[in-house]
């Protein structure tokens, strides 16, 4: 009762095309879901994300749902996670997504997001990466041990470097926080966007120096190209 009077002056709209969403739709109206552009990389080992890895730092695989381009759905819906529900968005993209990998049979340990700094996640309130992974880890029944790495330097001034630096630059800024809880577990680094790679890669070598694991890597957009 309370739910439908609620709705009444706050409808439930699809994030992507506004209309309005059915009774068990949330978030996203099943049509729009389904004209995602979804990469399907983790049918292919190969894929071009996986090959932005090659002699970089040492992947079991590395897949993105969909992806990302300059304007539309997928747009709108990153967008969208920066803003109120985008928690709960992050959430449930997760879940949609690990079900998929977990029907492809897939299977990890344990999820690890990328930690962003305390401060801008202070600010925030969220790190949409950890709720993503958090849903992953919900439909892949993995653990989630996102708290075992910490970011510790911010890094904006990144953007502005050559890749070298700035892999340089990123692999200082994360920290374990609890490297057994990380021992020889089959882990599954998450983050929101892979665009170079270089921000996976930073936390991947750190991990990898530091603790017998192996890793695969999974985002929710990576660019087509
Ligand atoms: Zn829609």
Redesign the pocket.
Known sequence: MIKEFIELFFPNL?I??N?NLLKQEEF??T??LYELPQTDYHKFPENNLAKTFWGRVPLQHAFAFLYFRKEGAVKSLLHSLKYAGGKEVALFLGRFYGQKLADAGLSYDAAVAIPLHPDKQRKRGYNQSACFAEGLAQSMGMEDLSFAVERTVATETQTKKDRFERWQNVGEVFRISDATALTNKRLLVVDDVITTGATIEGLCKVILAEVPCTIAVAAIATPQD
């Open positions: 699809c992507t095309c209309n996203i109206c049509r729009c």
